[in-house]
């Protein structure tokens, strides 16, 4: 029997922060919608990736971070409707 994934979350309403951790391969455990907005829900993120992010260290590639921008849209949109 396999175990359970323990995870330690980290929400986010920010889209770009949320395109640049799928980006960076991490893990959306889930979607909240509240109202017309979307949090994204990540399991078991690096601070120090939140920390490079909030000082602007962080470097994506720009169509796969367009992909995901495009990604998180449409699955908020989804959710709402």
Aim: contains cysteine; charged residues 25%.
């Amino acid at each position: 029997m396999a175990a359970n994934k323990i995870y330690t979350e980290y929400c986010t309403t920010d889209i770009v922060l949320g395109a640049t951790l799928k980006v960076y391969g991490y893990e959306i455990i889930r979607i909240d919608i509240n109202r017309n907005k979307g949090t994204f829900v990540f399991g078991n993120v690096d601070d120090n990736i939140i920390q490079d992010f909030d000082l602007g260290r962080i470097k994506v590639e720009p169509t796969e971070f367009n992909n995901a921008i495009k990604s998180l849209t449409t699955s908020v949109r989804r959710m709402i409707k």
